[in-house]
């Protein structure tokens, strides 16, 4: 059974950083595009950040220059590097895998707040 495991979520200020992980057990990992997405209570789940099998990267223009997405196909991980936090990054943030499937974790919280 796939799944997609989420951590490093938490409680930050304002200006500080965090790390997310995503763990994930599928056999071809490094054949997926890898993506991290948030949903902001009451509002739409939103793209932040992507990065295809070769290691192209794409963001949202909401955290570009901010944010840094990254994979370790020798550890089948995914990483979302968070620096310079606002509190309007505060959202619940799932990592997705596709490929010819998509998968996707049950979320981890990030709240940016003082």
Known sequence: QVQLVE????LVQPGGSLRLSCAASLSLFSRYAMSWYRQAPGKQRELVASVTNSGRTNYSDS??????????NAKNTAYLQMNSLKPEDTALYYCNAKYYSEYWGRGTQVTVSS
């Open 63 to 72: 955290v570009k220059g901010r944010f840094t997405i990254s994979r370790d």
């Open 7 to 10: 951590s490093g979520g938490g």
